[in-house]
């Protein structure tokens, strides 16, 4: 499996972007997909999740209510749409996949079977 993310770019605070992470390699829907961030000097954060299923999605605190994940199972690409950008929302975004079947998406992401490479979203003040 290949994950190719990109998107990223350099936007203003209150801007959006949109990210997509196209697959190949395995549908989309044999795996929950999600974003994972990681800003300088920090630790790797998952952002969001859909489940394999696609009825089940996941979003950490910070992001609720501004960002959404999505997919397309025809393309087998992954979205994540950025609304509201604020300047703590700068970080390398990647793409990831996970062929657990926990139910819970932050608990099975805490195995990831594929990783897409970054890409760079940064928000100015």
């Known amino acids: 499996v290949q994950l190719q993310a990109s998107g990223g770019g350099l936007v203003q605070a209150g801007g959006s972007l949109r990210l997509s992470c196209a697959a190949s390699g395995r549908s989309i829907i044999s795996y929950s997909t999600a974003w994972f961030r990681q800003a300088s000097g920090k630790e790797r954060e998952l952002v969001a999740g859909i489940s394999w299923a696609g009825g089940t999605t996941y979003y950490v605190d910070s992001v609720k209510g501004r960002f959404s994940i999505s997919r397309d199972i025809a393309e087998n690409t992954v979205y994540l749409q950025m609304n509201s950008l604020k300047p703590e929302d700068t970080a390398v975004y990647y793409c990831?996949?996970?062929?657990?079947?926990?139910?819970?998406?932050?608990?099975?992401?805490?195995?990831?079977?594929?990783w897409g490479q970054g890409t760079q979203v940064t928000v100015s003040s």
């Open positions: 990831a996949g996970s062929l657990s079947r926990i139910a819970a998406l932050s608990r099975s992401f805490a195995r990831v079977d594929y």
